[in-house]
């Protein structure tokens, strides 16, 4: 009985915590397939779509050890539950040359459109020197 009454205050201090828990409605994650790693400390920034069709950045982050960024366009946010066109915009060349690789692409862009409909979105890239590939992942 007392195992059970030490679970249920568990469970009621923890309560707010995770019902307070930022969800983010874009992630992304880069695997270098030529090292056959993630690829960390990338800088990858975020466009997003404006009516007079340029991009305005929206955000910036760094991909961490693990290679990703899970944390774009918090959902609490409701200007970030809007439908449109974004980008990511991966600096591949830095993320080479810091490892004395010769790279093709000084950069990657990725667009692609969001939908009210959808809470979360994965856009991942594999990379190598010299060439790059991109899918919607989950």
Known sequence: ?????????????????????????????????????????????????????????????????????????????LENRASGIYKLKFYTKDYYTSRKVDTFYPFIEVSFELSKNQKHYHVPITLSPFGYSTYRGS
Do not use: C
């Open 1 to 77: 009985m007392f195992l059970v009454k030490k679970i249920v205050a568990f469970l009621i201090i923890s309560a707010p915590l995770f019902l307070n828990a930022t969800q983010y409605q874009l992630s992304t994650h880069i695997l270098d397939i030529f090292s056959g790693k993630p690829a960390p400390k990338v800088k990858v920034e975020l466009y997003k779509m404006e009516k007079n069709q340029k991009w305005k950045k929206i955000g910036e982050e760094f991909t961490k050890d693990d290679g990703r960024i899970g944390d774009f366009l918090p959902y609490n946010k």
